[in-house]
């Protein structure tokens, strides 16, 4: 059996290797990728369908679960429909005693295609994405362009009277909340600002012109307010050559206009970045302990402390601050500068494998 956040499934013959940004309280994962060069992350959203009550696999389990069993985008897609059919999703999606469960949207991707797809309890709808760009956020956007869907989904939606039967299916349109939660709607203004910023690189996208936009403030791509941070940020370049790596940039920070990003690549024998695990409690963690969440611990990975004393000290010596933050970020250039060399033919890729490891140890040592 496989122990994910709060339930226990049976596991699997074989899974891949995978590399994850996660809350650390949590078995599941925001985003990641695996050693097939498939992506997934994942978005909150609330709909018609109630969230069940009671504990299930959370959005973040399903994350995981698609890297670790999916081969493609495709693949993975399947994996999450078919795990939502058997244990349903629910339970609580923050270390709080406070309740808090959403549904999710999930955006996969691999080096040939990308689907989006949606949920509704154990329903769910998905739309493949086969050129241009596209964008997810806290609300659905999957409208009547639908590639696939669960077998009872309509039904269920002519049963609860959400729609006639008539005329063209509008997933978003029949399965969005009446009355949706205040973070749904400032979230409409994200999406649209994610959408326009993205737009305006169709067809010309490249890992620099992404960190950009995950760093754009005035969209709110970039969030430092209202009580909410943007936490970790990955950007991946999956080339569809297929002798040449996929490439995973990792922020394993807060704020990624105060963070830099970091190449991984995966290799047969790469070395553990332990400082940037969150450690481990075992079965005193709060999380595992009934009631759940009674209680904090201290989950902060070096690197983070690190970053946090560094941002810290921005605010109390700007000047010192400023001038570390941008020899990181030249660090960051540099890195970028050896992808692209290394994508061009210019360096072999296996001289790569411990550059996440080592881009680690430098930015630490540079904080302290």
């Given at each position: 059996m496989l122990e994910c956040t709060f339930i226990q499934i049976p596991q699997v013959e074989q899974t891949h290797a995978v590399v994850l940004s996660k809350p650390a309280w949590m078995w599941g994962a925001e985003m990641g990728a695996n050693d097939q060069g498939v992506c997934i992350g994942n978005e909150a959203v609330w709909t018609r369908e109630p969230v069940a009550p009671g504990e299930a696999l959370l959005g973040m389990d399903l994350v995981r679960l698609g890297l670790e069993r999916g081969d493609s985008a495709r693949a993975a897609l399947t994996v999450i429909t078919d795990l939502l059919g058997q244990h349903g999703q629910g339970g609580q999606c923050r270390e709080d005693p406070e309740p808090f469960s959403y549904h999710n949207t999930f955006l996969l991707v691999d080096r040939h295609e990308a689907w989006v797809l949606e949920t509704a309890g154990r329903l769910w709808v998905a739309q493949k994405v086969s050129e241009g760009v596209k964008n997810?956020?806290?609300?659905?956007?999957?409208?009547?362009?639908?590639?696939?869907?669960?077998?009872?989904?309509?039904?269920?939606?002519?049963?609860?009277?959400?729609?006639?039967?008539?005329?063209?299916?509008?997933?978003?349109?029949?399965?969005?909340?009446?009355?949706?939660?205040?973070?749904?709607?400032?979230?409409?203004?994200?999406?649209?600002?994610?959408?326009?910023?993205?737009?305006?690189?169709?067809g010309s996208m490249t890992a620099e012109a992404m960190m950009s936009i995950l760093r754009d403030k005035p969209s709110g791509i970039c969030m430092d307010s209202g009580?909410?941070?943007?936490?970790?940020?990955?950007?991946?370049?999956?080339?569809?050559d297929m002798n040449l790596p996929c490439i995973h940039f990792f922020t394993a920070t807060p704020d990624p206009s105060r963070s830099i990003f970091k190449p991984f690549i995966f290799s047969d024998c790469p070395t553990r970045v332990l400082r940037v695990v969150s450690p481990q409690f075992g079965p005193d963690d709060p999380v595992r302990k009934q009631p759940r969440f009674q209680s904090r611990v201290d989950r902060r990975h070096d690197l983070y402390k690190a970053h946090q004393v560094a941002l810290s000290n921005m605010e109390s010596k700007p000047d010192e601050g400023l001038a570390v933050y941008d020899i990181l970020r030249d660090l960051e250039s540099q890195c970028l500068s050896e992808i692209s060399a290394m994508l061009n033919g210019e360096i072999p890729g296996d001289e790569l494998g411990d550059l996440f490891f080592d881009c680690v140890d430098t930015e630490i040592k540079f904080y302290q």
């Amino acid at each position: 059996m496989l122990e994910c956040t709060f339930i226990q499934i049976p596991q699997v013959e074989q899974t891949h290797a995978v590399v994850l940004s996660k809350p650390a309280w949590m078995w599941g994962a925001e985003m990641g990728a695996n050693d097939q060069g498939v992506c997934i992350g994942n978005e909150a959203v609330w709909t018609r369908e109630p969230v069940a009550p009671g504990e299930a696999l959370l959005g973040m389990d399903l994350v995981r679960l698609g890297l670790e069993r999916g081969d493609s985008a495709r693949a993975a897609l399947t994996v999450i429909t078919d795990l939502l059919g058997q244990h349903g999703q629910g339970g609580q999606c923050r270390e709080d005693p406070e309740p808090f469960s959403y549904h999710n949207t999930f955006l996969l991707v691999d080096r040939h295609e990308a689907w989006v797809l949606e949920t509704a309890g154990r329903l769910w709808v998905a739309q493949k994405v086969s050129e241009g760009v596209k964008n997810i956020s806290n609300q659905l956007t999957i409208s009547t362009e639908i590639s696939a869907e669960h077998p009872e989904l309509r039904s269920v939606a002519q049963a609860q009277g959400w729609w006639d039967g008539q005329g063209e299916f509008n997933f978003s349109q029949t399965f969005s909340p009446e009355n949706p939660p205040a973070r749904m709607e400032l979230a409409k203004q994200r999406y649209k600002g994610g959408t326009a910023l993205i737009q305006q690189h169709n067809g010309s996208m490249t890992a620099e012109a992404m960190m950009s936009i995950l760093r754009d403030k005035p969209s709110g791509i970039c969030m430092d307010s209202g009580g909410f941070c943007t936490t970790g940020s990955m950007v991946s370049v999956l080339p569809r050559d297929m002798n040449l790596p996929c490439i995973h940039f990792f922020t394993a920070t807060p704020d990624p206009s105060r963070s830099i990003f970091k190449p991984f690549i995966f290799s047969d024998c790469p070395t553990r970045v332990l400082r940037v695990v969150s450690p481990q409690f075992g079965p005193d963690d709060p999380v595992r302990k009934q009631p759940r969440f009674q209680s904090r611990v201290d989950r902060r990975h070096d690197l983070y402390k690190a970053h946090q004393v560094a941002l810290s000290n921005m605010e109390s010596k700007p000047d010192e601050g400023l001038a570390v933050y941008d020899i990181l970020r030249d660090l960051e250039s540099q890195c970028l500068s050896e992808i692209s060399a290394m994508l061009n033919g210019e360096i072999p890729g296996d001289e790569l494998g411990d550059l996440f490891f080592d881009c680690v140890d430098t930015e630490i040592k540079f904080y302290q």
